[in-house]
């Protein structure tokens, strides 16, 4: 029998191009700070290497936020309210607004991601688990601008943001998306997940598995420029660096040349000297109360929190103005 197909194929938003992410790492190569955006690590191989990240021992962050938005699933749609207009961003494979529906039954689901290819899939296998479900996927750069679809009549557009991906960002640019959400939002809400302030040693676990994944992941992104912009990274030739910056509250991770080394990229050779150390990601942990401080700035109003029994995760139920304000 033929897989049911998804009725609407993804939309797509304007996003990065190849030449975008050529601009980006030649820039990374060529000139301090030597970093480039995580957003890079999500190809269809780095969502699946992240999903399987996901599932490792070390790895806290997905089976505790899952635990809590299983656990509290009726009191965030008390929250949250019925029969919203959902918006994902960075929906992966879909997999923590699984936890929610039975209890949340939005009118309609919007995921976007980045990855068109691994969206598509999610997104696919999501209406055959439930075929009720109105699914509108949206490929893209949520980052960028974001024209939704027309809001449904007397819905309320919520947005789903877990995962603490908000920790990736800077604090400059975590206050800037949540000031875009908060007006894109208007009248409803966000419900957002971040990563807590623990001890350095958990965290250092969780980025250096011991099955080699989130290195993979890590080195991906140079794998990625092979494949797409024809460059010749020796994979053999960098470590996988990552370590808690206590100073900062934010893991970072960095590739490592092994070795002096000459690449080519974009029809250029770039001279890579042994040491040098691209900043690939960072991972910014959050307090309670300085997340809740973050969303106050940027124009929500912070409602229920709710946090596993160590303290490790928190899910935070964000209210939006109901008419935009001006923001500096």
Not at 57 to 81: F, K, M, S
Not at 246 to 255: N, S, T
Request: glycine share 8%; with cysteine; charged share 20%.
């Amino acid at each position: 029998m033929r897989s049911p197909r998804l009725a609407v194929p993804p939309l797509d938003l304007p996003g990065e191009s190849e030449s975008a992410f050529l601009a980006d790492l030649r820039q990374a190569l060529l000139e301090p700070p030597h970093a480039i955006s995580p957003k890079y690590f999500y190809d269809a191989e780095g969502s699946r290497l992240f999903d399987r990240i996901c599932e490792l021992p070390e790895y806290y962050p997905t089976r505790t936020e899952c635990a809590i938005l299983l656990r509290h699933a009726a009191d965030i749609a008390t929250q949250v309210g019925p029969g919203c207009d959902l918006v994902e961003f960075g929906a992966g494979s879909c997999s923590k607004v699984r936890l929610l529906l039975p209890q949340l039954q939005p009118r309609r689901y919007l995921p976007i991601d980045i990855s068109a290819q691994h969206l598509q899939l999610a997104a696919a296998d999501l209406v055959r688990a439930h075929p009720g479900l109105v699914v509108v996927p949206l490929a893209g750069d949520y980052l960028g601008p974001i024209r939704l679809p027309p809001a449904l009549p007397g819905a309320r557009r919520v947005g789903f943001f877990p995962g603490s991906t908000i920790g990736n960002f800077t604090p400059e640019e975590a206050l800037r998306f949540l000031q875009d959400a908060a007006r894109l939002l208007r009248g409803g809400g966000l419900l957002l997940g971040a990563d807590l302030v623990k001890d350095p040693a958990v965290l250092h676990a969780a980025y250096n598995d011991a099955q080699g994944v989130t290195a993979a992941f890590n080195l991906n992104l140079l794998a990625r420029a092979n494949r797409e912009l024809g460059a010749d990274f020796d994979l053999e030739s960098f470590w996988h660096s990552a370590f808690y910056n206590a100073g900062r509250q934010r893991i970072e991770m960095h590739l490592v040349s092994r070795r002096r080394q000459r690449v080519r990229l974009g029809g250029e050779t770039f001279d890579i000297p042994e040491g040098l150390s691209l900043h690939t990601e960072n991972s910014h942990k959050y307090t309670v109360q300085g997340l809740q401080s973050l969303a106050e700035q940027a124009g929500f109003r912070p409602a229920a929190v709710w946090t596993d029994e160590r303290a490790l995760f928190s899910v935070h139920w964000l209210r939006a103005p109901d008419h935009e304000r001006s923001m500096d």
